[in-house]
């Protein structure tokens, strides 16, 4: 399959009226990705298992020309996922995207850590991102149309964080997991990367980043400095657009030099 936008002229909307499924749309990353992708064009579908977040969401997007829908999903309950993926196109018309972001982390050393976390974090890091893939791959691939994937791992999957353990080999999966699904949905016209950040600050980590500990973390980095949601954005908008046909398979960590160190 080629590219059907190739040799197209260059656009401010290369995303116009395609649909985008974003996970993990509450907060960080995921709020952030909505805008960005919604802002070159696309149609958003924005979910997470925070009803009022997802509400306040859509309609903060929809006061930006937005179109933009709120799917309530909890992607560990993987029966869920294809009727969420179908309210969706519903919505807002055929998949073009997933965004697979939702994520968990913490931990603590290898001798006192739980089966407890051990499941919370495989079962959403992996697990759930792996079932979300194969269910927007199967829309495309039953539907003979293209379409874009991109996985939000992290540097933990390309290097070795002290106790975060669990978490670390779910990210080190997310990368492997990329290039299997890269190899074996190429011939569908299926492109799909990840992108590996470094230390960016969300909610999840703000207020640690400003104790002492988090402070001497900071200054260890090649730039002494922490990134913003907002560092992602290029690359984001680079792995969903419809131009970047040749890419796939392509594992970007987008770490201010952070995995130099």
């Known amino acids: 399959m080629t590219d059907s936008t190739q040799g197209q002229p260059l656009s401010d909307k290369p995303l116009s009226g395609r649909h985008i499924f974003i996970t993990g749309a509450t907060s960080g990353f995921g709020n952030r990705f909505a805008h960005v992708l919604g802002g070159l064009g696309a149609?958003?579908?924005v979910a997470g298992r925070r009803?009022?977040?997802?509400d306040a969401l859509v309609?903060?997007?929809?006061?930006k020309g937005i179109e933009a829908f709120a799917v309530p999903l909890d992607v560990?309950?993987?029966?869920?996922?294809?009727?969420?993926?179908?309210?969706?196109?519903?919505?807002?018309?055929?998949?073009?995207?997933?965004?697979?972001?939702?994520g968990v982390g913490g931990g603590t050393s290898i001798e006192k850590e739980t089966v407890e976390n051990y499941d919370w974090i495989m079962n959403t890091n992996v697990k759930a991102v792996y079932f979300m893939a194969q269910a927007a791959a199967r829309r495309?691939?039953?539907?003979?149309?293209?379409?874009?994937?991109v996985n939000i791992a992290s540097i933990a999957g390309l290097r070795v964080l002290p106790k975060l353990s669990i978490y670390c080999i779910s990210k080190?999966?997310?990368?492997?997991?990329?290039?299997?699904?890269?190899?074996?949905?190429?011939?569908?016209?299926?492109?799909?990367?990840?992108i590996c950040p470094g230390y960016i600050e969300t909610e999840i980590n703000s207020e640690f980043f400003r104790t002492e500990a988090g402070q001497k973390s900071i200054a260890r980095f090649p730039r002494?400095?922490?990134?913003?949601?907002?560092?992602?954005?290029?690359?984001?908008?680079?792995?969903l657009d419809?131009?970047?046909?040749f890419m796939t398979g392509a594992i970007v960590n987008v770490d201010d030099g952070q995995l130099l160190m």
């Open 43 to 45: 149609r958003v579908s």
């Open 51 to 54: 009803v009022e977040r997802l």
């Open 59 to 63: 309609a903060d997007l929809k006061t």
């Open 76 to 102: 560990t309950d993987l029966p869920a996922i294809a009727p969420a993926l179908d309210a969706a196109e519903s919505a807002l018309g055929p998949l073009y995207g997933l965004v697979n972001n939702s």
């Open 140 to 149: 495309f691939i039953e539907r003979k149309t293209e379409g874009r994937i």
């Open 172 to 194: 080190a999966a997310v990368v492997q997991m990329t290039r299997t699904m890269a190899i074996e949905w190429a011939r569908h016209g299926i492109n799909v990367n990840a």
């Open 224 to 239: 002494a400095r922490v990134g913003k949601v907002e560092d992602l954005d290029g690359i984001i908008s680079l792995m």
């Open 242 to 245: 419809p131009r970047s046909g």
